[in-house]
């Protein structure tokens, strides 16, 4: 490695090239940027969670696969001290952690003096599908974080005010970032803006079951498309698969992980369903608005923030959800202001390539100022 280049490890991810989530689309974007502008970057992930043979894979880009438990309530703690491990005795310069269930293992980092920006991702402790324990590892994480780690980052100001009431602290605003994408097909037996649209896992504080309950009163109507599942199994898919055989109009793709046909859902829809209770800037959310997609979105602090004066808010109530939906797919009008409002402010606020400069920026102060105190 050249002495005049730096060096990151990036931690809490399941790996690169991944296409798992938010972090992970994050990560495909962020690793080649600070590559370009003189980074040794090095990804920590998980086996069989990344596309080596990825066309659009940088080589740049080191890797290193630790091991963990795949386990729902394990996963990010084990494959995150493995990570935390390997990365002390590698010696980056920097290391961005992602997620607060990784706090636990700052300390490691810390010793090894290697600092740290954090990205506390949402308020994983108000998460519904977190059992009582659960919800109090992650909150313990990030009294950890907040203990151990150097810098924060927040991906929304609201988060941001929740971490400085709790936890005193400041830190620096990078929400997640959108693709504004050429003009793609539309997927077969499908028209533009002629379908509702749903991409979510299936957990209760994405709304999922109003959602489902209110299906039958749309599907008559319009086509609905579900995109999404638990991960798990279990009662959500089982609706979701009910609902598919009983509504000729109804399509439940489970987990697209082909950007493109994404994409292309977002592109053409005449209504996104964004049911996201918790959290901060959602990332599906961004990539919706930079695709131009008519939005409804639960009306939350999160939600409102990232939407701005573009999209549609509902209660989480299925009486809520049918008249916005319907409201906004019989107006052709509204869908296309609503689609050039948000694409519009996607563009302005939410682009990758601001989002990379930010992180390039977070870093390279965290990095000058360690190297000022040791």
């Known amino acids: 490695m050249s002495e005049s280049r730096k060096s990151v490890a990036i931690i809490g991810t399941r790996g690169y090239p991944s296409y798992y989530g ?52 394990l996963s990010t703690l084990t494959y995150g001290l493995t990570a935390a491990r390997h990365a002390a005795r590698s010696k980056p310069d920097v290391a961005l952690v992602m997620n607060v269930a990784n706090g636990y293992w700052l300390p490691i ?17 108000d998460r519904d599908k977190w059992g009582r324990l659960a919800k109090a590892v992650f909150h313990g994480g ?47 037996g499908l028209t533009h803006r002629g379908y509702v649209l749903v991409v979510a896992r299936f957990v ?39 609902l598919a055989e009983t509504h000729s109009g109804v399509s439940w793709l489970g987990h697209v992980s ?28 961004v990539q919706a608005m930079a695709c131009g997609a008519p939005t409804i979105a639960r009306d939350t602090p999160y939600n409102r923030e990232v939407l701005g004066q573009g999209g549609l808010l509902f209660q989480p109530t299925v009486e809520s959800i049918v008249h916005e939906l319907l409201g906004l797919l019989s107006s052709p009008d509204e869908m296309e202001k609503q689609s050039a409002l948000l694409q519009e402010r996607a563009k302005q606020h939410y682009s990758w390539d601001g989002v990379s ?18």
């Open 22 to 73: 938010g972090f992970e689309t994050a990560v495909r974007r962020l690793a080649p940027y600070l590559v370009d502008h003189g980074w040794d970057v090095t990804v920590y992930g998980r086996d069989g969670s990344t596309k080596d043979d990825d066309p659009a894979r940088d080589h740049r880009v080191d890797t290193v696969v630790t091991r963990g438990l795949e386990r729902k309530s």
């Open 109 to 125: 980092l810390r010793r090894a003096n290697i600092p740290t920006l954090v990205n506390v991702d949402g308020i994983e402790w």
């Open 142 to 188: 990030a009294k950890w974080a907040a203990k151990y780690g150097t810098r924060m980052v927040y991906d929304s100001t609201e988060i941001a005010r929740r971490w400085g009431q709790e936890f005193k602290l400041d830190g620096d605003f990078i929400p997640y970032g959108g693709d504004i994408p050429g003009e793609l097909p539309v997927e077969h």
């Open 204 to 242: 209760p504080e994405n709304s999922i079951a109003e959602f489902f309950s209110a299906v039958p009163l749309i599907a008559d109507k319009y086509k609905v498309v579900i995109v999404g599942s638990s991960g798990y199994g279990g009662e959500f898919d089982q609706q979701a698969g009910a």
């Open 258 to 285: 082909d950007d493109q046909r994404l994409l292309a859902l977002w592109q053409h829809a005449g209504a996104y369903y964004h049911g996201h209770s918790v959290g901060g800037t959602n990332p599906a959310l």
């Open 357 to 374: 400069a930010s992180y390039l920026r977070s870093l390279d102060a965290l990095r000058v100022s360690a190297s000022k105190t040791l």
